[in-house]
């Protein structure tokens, strides 16, 4: 015969926990309900300096801790006390034959492998801390949850001892405690199951398998449900990664309204663009693509602002509706010129409060504070994930951290060799392009996108469309724009020159420099540029007809780099 059990009462305790926040509260709200506390080890022990009357769970088993604490809790009188399922007369007629009393309530917390592993300690002490014990309470309590609460967070125990004093949780209370202790047990199984795969199950070349081991996996936990995804009929919501290195999921929300999933996509590749320099940078993003990338010196007296301002002057109009990265504090002086142009979200490590004032005094406009610690991650350690149907891909992170990198590692092509300015220029620009989709070619000048051809099927394409964008879409031109953000369609204009495709329009192509993240397959592309006057030009090079594009480079007198490195970016 079944029953079913509704609220149990919280009459004994098992508490066994590695992270002891909040221990001694925890345990003095239990006693002070009634409920008698059995416990192990040094959680006993802090439990009995706080003054709280504790069992230890040897006199439970009658068998005394071993093997340096490996073996505690692994016993029948344990055990047989989690999951007896109280619903079936059976087991309850078992227990008492046994002289088994039953545990209504399991507080477990897991020894710290991914703290372990993260602090480069050597494999014997990362071993160590494969919690046995723990995992097994905690899964027991779990799947016998209609007779057993089980807690596995710090920030419930409130929770538990207003349960203890009310009666003890109720049957759906117990589930949703059950569903979080199988997630924390599955996040902490699979971090062990990826580290040894990578440890012990290495291949001929140990270097890649370390990189890629035979077993992945990733443990998400749903962090908010998003209004939409993409367009409205799609559902949409937000996961964080259990151990990741903090990002655009972690940012803190200072003012406006709730992120979108579009809002979250843009605001990580507007952050990939301007994290990917060391000076002070802004980052402008219309739809995953940059529209505006510009960099100051440190020592400028409003950095930021005036970072922001090459970023904005490249494409004005696009700029409308955009989203807004930055690698240092937002200063009012770049809040001034913010507040005055439609954004979606402005992203930065930090605010100034005349800035956040400034800024909040715009309703539709949102506000991301990056979490400390920030830092777009770098090396070949960061991995970056792609669903593709059936699968997953993987792949190192493209930091800009090839040997071809470096500009002194550049190899001189054609033209003569650039002067300190336009070899700056060029480093920008290469820098620069790996933000765009490919295909991608950039144009740049003073340390400033003037003009970016991105994501085309052809380099042709791409090259024609830097020059008419650069010689169009400057903080010089004019246009009235239909722009639909994520909430509305609006008509935007860019003050300066008659029009946007008039004889007033800048030849900011003219005197630029442009770079290509993969080779030119014909001299065509290079022409373009070459006819609108670009005056140097850094590519990767490798073309079966790199001689035809240098030859058209010498014939103009351009100068051009081969870097050995591509930045394609498919996103």
């Known amino acids: 015969m079944t029953i079913q059990l509704d609220r149990v009462p919280l009459k004994r305790a098992l508490i066994s926990v590695y992270d002891k926040t909040g221990l001694e509260e925890l345990a003095a709200g239990l006693h002070a309900a009634g409920v008698q506390i059995v416990s192990t080890g040094s959680t006993a022990q802090r439990i009995a300096g706080a003054g709280v009357p504790v069992t230890e769970v040897s006199e439970v088993t009658g068998f005394q801790e071993c093997l340096d604490g490996r073996v505690k809790t692994l016993h029948p009188m344990v055990h047989a006390g989690i999951l007896a399922d109280r619903r079936r007369e059976d087991h309850v007629a078992q227990l008492e034959q046994m002289d088994v009393q039953p545990f209504d309530l399991v507080v477990v917390n897991l020894y710290p492998f991914v703290d372990t592993v993260r602090s480069g300690a050597g494999q014997d002490e990362v071993v160590e801390q494969i919690d046995i014990g723990g995992p097994s309470m905690v899964r027991a309590a779990a799947k016998n949850h209609p007779s057993v609460a089980v807690v596995v967070d710090p920030a419930k125990y409130g929770d538990v001892v207003s349960a203890a004093q009310q009666g003890g949780f109720d049957l ?113 993003v219309k739809h995953a693509n940059p529209c505006g990338v510009g960099i100051a010196a440190e020592s400028a007296e409003d950095a930021i602002a005036e970072a922001h301002r090459k970023a904005h002057d490249c494409d004005p109009v696009s700029a409308f509706g955009g989203v807004i990265a930055a690698n240092r504090e937002v200063t009012a002086g770049m809040a001034n010129t913010v507040q005055a142009i439609f954004t979606e979200v402005v992203i930065a490590p930090s605010f100034s409060a005349e800035a956040l004032e400034i800024l909040s005094a715009k309703k539709n406009i949102r506000l991301l504070r990056l979490p400390e610690g920030f830092a777009r991650a770098t090396g070949r350690e960061s991995i970056e994930y792609k669903q593709v149907s059936g699968g997953m891909l993987l792949q190192a992170r493209d930091a800009v951290d090839a040997a071809g990198d470096d500009p002194e590692t550049w190899t001189l092509a054609a033209g003569p060799a650039a002067d300190p300015e336009t070899l700056a220029d060029l480093a920008f620009a290469w820098r620069a392009v790996r933000a765009p989709k490919s295909n991608a070619v950039l144009l740049a000048s003073g340390g400033a996108t003037v003009g970016i051809g991105m994501g ?79 005056r140097a030009v850094v590519q990767p090079g490798g073309s079966v007809r790199d001689e035809d594009v240098i030859a058209a480079a010498e014939a103009a007198g351009v100068t051009m780099y081969f870097t050995g490195a591509r930045h394609f970016f498919h996103g």
């Not at 469309?465 to 239909?482: D, I, S």
């Not at 909430?487 to 003219?510: D, K, L, M, Y």
């Open 172 to 284: 759906p209370a117990r589930r949703r405690l059950a569903a979080l202790a199988f997630a924390h047990t599955a996040a902490y199984d699979n971090a062990v199951a990826a580290w040894t795969a990578a440890q012990f199950e290495a291949d001929e070349d140990a270097a890649e398998a370390s990189l890629f081991p035979p077993y992945a996996g990733v443990t998400l936990q749903r962090a908010q449900t998003l209004r939409y995804g993409e367009n409205p009929h799609q559902s949409a919501a937000l996961y964080v990664e259990d151990g990741a290195a903090p990002g655009i999921a972690q940012a803190e929300l200072l003012h406006g309204k709730a992120m979108s999933y579009n809002n979250y996509a843009d605001a990580d590749a507007a952050l990939r663009a301007a994290y990917d320099f060391g000076q002070p940078a802004v980052a402008i």
């Open 456 to 534: 085309q099927v052809n380099r042709l394409d791409s090259c024609r469309l830097a020059v008419e964008r650069a010689n169009t879409l400057g903080a010089a031109t004019t246009g009235a724009q239909e722009v639909t953000t994520e909430s509305t369609t609006e008509i935007t204009t860019a003050g300066g020159a008659e029009n946007v495709s008039g004889t007033g329009a800048p030849e900011r192509a003219r005197g630029a420099v442009a770079a290509s993240d993969a080779f030119f397959p014909f001299a065509d592309g290079l022409q373009i540029l070459i006819d609108a006057g670009v």
